[in-house]
């Protein structure tokens, strides 16, 4: 299978600012890709990645 166009671009964003670097994700996409995306990143080889969800108990996304 190959992987999305935006998994490209997040790894080129690795390669740009280093492992040390905190993506901040806001999943705005269609489903097939979120999924595509979940089963492609590693937690072990990848950067940690900051998910925003909407919470409307606060009114907002976190």
């Known amino acids: 299978m190959i992987p999305p166009r935006d998994f490209f671009v ?3 964003g690795t390669k740009c600012h ?7 994700v806001f ?12 089963c ?3 937690p072990k080889a990848d950067l940690p990645l900051s998910l925003y969800d909407e919470n409307r108990i606060v009114g907002g996304f976190q």
């Open 27 to 38: 999943p705005a996409g269609p489903v097939a890709t979120a999924i595509e995306f979940g």
């Open 40 to 42: 492609i990143w590693m």
């Open 18 to 24: 280093g492992h040390d670097s905190l993506p901040h």
């Open 10 to 12: 997040f790894k080129e």
